[in-house]
């Protein structure tokens, strides 16, 4: 039973264009969302996050957008950098303590 | 701030064995949350303990155990090495009242 589904498993974008990275989640008890960023041999790195009473957060080159009716949420990244290529995350949490539920993952590469 | 730490980065164990691996939280982080990441099954929730205390567990078996020591520092164990457990540990921290974690480079095991 997959309660965050990335239903991307890559995603090849231009540098200087948008990416957009999409996540689908299945339990409504989720309040509060997490993208993290991930190179090989190394943990994740949290990147954005937004609690369920927004339905947008931005932070620099990257942005956040939930729909909560839709159960989908997105990141987008723009402009797009070479340096962003890898693997992107999303992540779910609810009232279950210091439990996050992942996606399986998109790997972004992001082309000169 | 120094991150999360994780030690060793890697470990060669054969089927039956037993293995320890170690977590330093942030400073000031109180919650250690432990996962496990496999090509297959992604990132899976382990568990998580806060003031040396396990609030939560995921779905493994019993073979695989934790604790919490009075600094934050967390330890867990596998005993009875399967092959099936060679993956990716990553331990990851976060202040009480957040829900960000923060993950540390995470122990290699591979088990033979």
């Known amino acids: 039973d997959q309660q965050v589904k990335q239903n991307s498993p890559s995603l090849s974008v231009q540098e200087g264009r948008i990416s957009i990275l999409n996540c689908d989640y299945t339990?409504?008890?989720?309040?509060?969302f997490l993208w993290y960023k991930k190179y090989p041999a190394e943990g994740p790195t949290f990147l954005i996050s937004?609690?369920?009473?927004?339905d947008k957060n931005e932070d620099g080159r990257f942005t956040v957008f939930l729909n909560k009716s839709a159960k989908h949420l997105s990141l987008h990244i723009v402009p797009s950098q070479p340096g962003d290529s890898a693997v992107y995350f999303c992540?779910?949490?609810?009232?279950?303590?210091?439990?996050?539920?992942f996606g399986q993952g998109t790997i972004l590469t992001v082309h000169p | 701030k120094a991150g999360v730490t994780q030690t060793p980065r890697y470990l060669i164990k054969t089927r039956g064995q037993q293995v320890t691996l170690s977590c330093s939280p942030i400073s000031g982080h109180r919650s250690v949350s432990w996962y496990q990441q496999t090509p297959g099954q992604g990132l899976q929730f382990l568990f998580e303990y806060f003031s040396e205390t396990q609030r939560n567990k995921g779905n493994f078996p019993g073979r695989f155990s934790g604790r919490q020591f009075s600094n934050s520092r967390s330890e867990m164990n596998v005993s009875t090495l399967e092959l099936g457990d060679s993956a990716l540990y990553l331990c990851?921290?976060?202040?009480?009242?957040?829900?960000?974690?923060?993950f540390g480079a995470g122990t290699r095991l591979s088990v033979l």
């Open positions: 992540a779910a949490s609810g009232t279950s303590y210091g439990k996050l539920t």
């Open positions: 937004i609690s369920s009473i927004k």
């Open positions: 990851a921290s976060s202040l009480t009242q957040e829900n960000i974690q923060y």
């Open positions: 339990n409504s008890m989720f309040d509060y």
